[in-house]
């Protein structure tokens, strides 16, 4: 039976992927077909992505709203963070964690196994296969294991993670061995898939394009190609696709703005009462929950927001109504029934940092000089992705959208199986041998805009998409007010 391996560098572009900072990766993708057009989901931020990834959803299809987020069902006034803790507890009082059957689940249904090792954090292991006790397969993180029993088993095989350090290259290292000698070697799912924490964290400690960051690319470049090399020495890759992706791009921060104070300060206090605010952030963007979902509330604060010089694009929630100045939350993924009342990414720039890396943002939670996510810049609303094994095209760059929503549809198609009614993804046909040429694939582009006369001046924002086929995929969002 084939098999499909998914490789994930957390916030890689694919800028990265030269043969200067990724040599491994960059043999690797000139062998296959590089997506140079690829999209995460918006909000760009790594769990509401791990769920889009493993669902084919778009977050208001799958639910998860953000990396910290609100759930009405159980607490309307407690943001959660979307860690593992929290994340049980939406399943233990809910009685499911997203709204839409997840890779793991589908591929129960047909008698094969998903698992993941990870090496980020414990929700974003935890999100790609929660129920494995039931669904099969595994999760497998240094802190624990889905199924329970197996996290003891794997300590006494391979001894004590390491702890976590910058550059995380122990743990990196430690988890492709797990990767290999156990889940491929032994377990052999039809799915196994591998989370680099790096360059992500790196990238967020000291800055996009720092000599950490660049150190941690080299490092997680070293354990892809350990991971290739032994696919070719175990005779594995005649049979095994590579799938190498990403979460989302990055930024680097111009300014940490206090948005939960900003906004007392301005009348709106915290709460799920008449007239209050919750706020969750996601470091480049913000989810705004409205007491109530009042109207007169949702318009008041949108009002307030347009004013402000830190504040992008925003959408708003189908469930308060049209709210001037807005666009719909449908037109980027979010609406559904776990939605913000707002969606708000933080501005941005392409200006360069000091080292050449393009795109500023303000964000929530780190401060300047600092790399973040999370917005709806174009830089973020990239990352990259590619293919290669049997089957696949060889050598060859596509300029064509795909996303993050297209990697569970594209897995099943590699493995035979029919996607559920539903998935917003499509299968990347084009990146196969037998599939259509890349310069066949149709797609388009359009440019949505809304603007709002405010007492001190006009407001306008553009949100960016493109289409293929009923797939739409987020460019950019971005809006100029008039400021205090």
């Known amino acids: 039976m084939s098999r499909v391996v998914v490789f994930v560098f957390d916030g890689l572009q694919m800028s990265q992927v030269t043969r200067e900072l990724m040599p491994n990766l960059a043999a690797f993708a000139s062998g296959g077909v590089r997506f140079g057009n690829h999209h995460p989901v918006f909000p ?3 769990r509401v992505n791990v769920a889009s990834i493993t669902t084919g959803r778009y977050p208001g299809g799958h639910g998860l ?5 609100i759930h009405r069902e159980m607490d309307p006034g407690r943001v959660l963070p979307a860690l593992r803790p929290e994340l049980s507890e939406v ?4 009685g499911k964690l997203l709204l839409a059957p997840n890779l793991a689940e589908i591929l129960r249904a047909h008698g094969m196994e998903y698992v993941a090792v990870g090496t980020g954090s414990d929700g974003n292991a935890f999100m790609h296969n929660p129920m494995a006790a039931r669904d099969g397969g595994a999760t497998i993180h240094p802190d624990f294991c889905e199924p329970d029993g197996l996290h003891q088993n794997i300590l006494s095989r391979f001894g004590p993670w390491p702890e976590i350090t910058h550059p995380a290259e122990a743990r990196i290292d430690h988890g492709i061995s797990v990767l290999t000698e156990y889940v491929i070697q032994e377990q052999d799912p039809a799915v196994a898939l591998f989370w680099s924490s790096e360059p992500d964290a790196c990238q967020h400690k000291a800055g996009l394009g720092s000599e950490l960051a660049t150190r941690a690319l080299g490092i997680a470049d070293a354990q892809f190609g350990k991971l290739i090399t032994w696919l070719k020495d175990s005779g594995s890759d005649s049979d095994t696709t590579v799938l190498v992706g990403a979460d989302h791009g990055y930024c680097t921060v111009i300014e940490d ?3 939960t104070q900003l906004l007392q300060e301005a009348g709106f206090p915290k709460g799920a009462g008449p007239g209050e605010v919750m706020v969750a952030s996601n470091g480049g963007s913000m989810l705004y929950y409205v007491g109530g979902r009042n109207a007169r509330t949702a318009d008041r604060l949108a009002t307030w927001l347009m004013e402000q010089p ?6 708003a929630s189908d469930a308060l109504g049209q709210i001037d100045g807005t666009l719909p939350a449908s037109l980027v993924g979010v609406e559904g029934p776990r939605a913000p009342d707002i969606a708000m990414s933080f501005a941005w720039n392409s200006s360069l940092n000091d080292v050449g890396y393009a795109g500023h943002h303000y964000n929530s939670g780190l401060v300047a000089g600092q790399g973040n996510h999370g917005s709806m810049s174009r830089h973020e609303q990239r990352c990259a992705f590619i293919m290669a094994g049997p089957g696949i095209k060889q050598g060859v760059v596509s300029s064509a959208p795909s996303g993050n929503v297209d990697v569970t549809p594209t897995i099943l198609r590699l493995l035979g199986v029919d996607a559920p009614a ?7 046909e084009e990146a196969l041998v037998d ?3 890349l310069d066949e694939v149709e797609w388009s582009s359009e440019t949505l805009v809304a603007d709002r006369d405010l007492a001190t001046g006009a407001y306008n924002q553009r949100i960016v998409v493109s289409k ?4 739409t995929y987020v460019d950019e969002g971005s809006s100029r007010g008039p400021g205090p």
Not at 468 to 471: A, E, K, Q
């Open 435 to 437: 599939g259509p040429a």
């Open 257 to 259: 703005i206090p948005v």
């Open 44 to 46: 760009t931020v790594t």
């Open 65 to 69: 709203a953000g990396n910290s987020f």
């Open 310 to 315: 830190w504040s992008g694009a925003m959408v």
């Open 468 to 471: 293929v086929g009923s797939t």
């Open 91 to 94: 399943i233990e009082r809910t």
């Open 422 to 428: 539903g998935m917003d993804g499509r299968a990347l």
